[in-house]
């Protein structure tokens, strides 16, 4: 059952920046973290950045490091990625998903639709 919802995909020019938020349908997140993971054509399922809704510890995959941000709103429900500098290897199926302090898809029980990322050259 999908929980979670997307937005603010869309398309940029390189070294442009978007935004992505993550609601959980309008209520509190239930699970300990929020993580984003990206999946361009062709591949697996990637880690992004994560953090845990208790002490807003942030992890962040090393190709995105310094250049994209996890927070997060609680008045909003809303989980923010802020991205940075994007380039064309940031082209992908960004989901949002809550879980455990893991990298691993499969720790993560619940998952949004997506939204597209894409970056022009």
């Known amino acids: 059952q999908v929980q979670l919802v997307e937005s603010g995909g869309g398309l940029v020019q390189a070294g442009g920046s978007l935004t992505l938020s993550c609601r959980n349908s309008?209520?509190?997140?239930?699970?300990?973290?929020v993580a984003w993971f990206r999946r361009a054509l062709g591949k697996e399922r990637a880690f992004v950045a994560r953090i845990a809704l208790i002490n807003d510890r942030t992890s962040y995959a090393d190709s995105v490091m310094g250049r994209f941000t996890i927070s997060r709103n609680n008045t909003k429900n809303t989980v923010y990625l802020q991205m940075n500098n994007l380039n064309p290897d940031d082209t992908a199926v960004y989901y949002c998903a809550q879980g455990a302090w893991s990298a691993q898809p499969a720790t993560f029980n619940s998952w949004g639709q997506g939204t597209q990322v894409t970056i022009s050259s």
């Open positions: 309008g209520r509190a997140f239930d699970r300990p973290v």
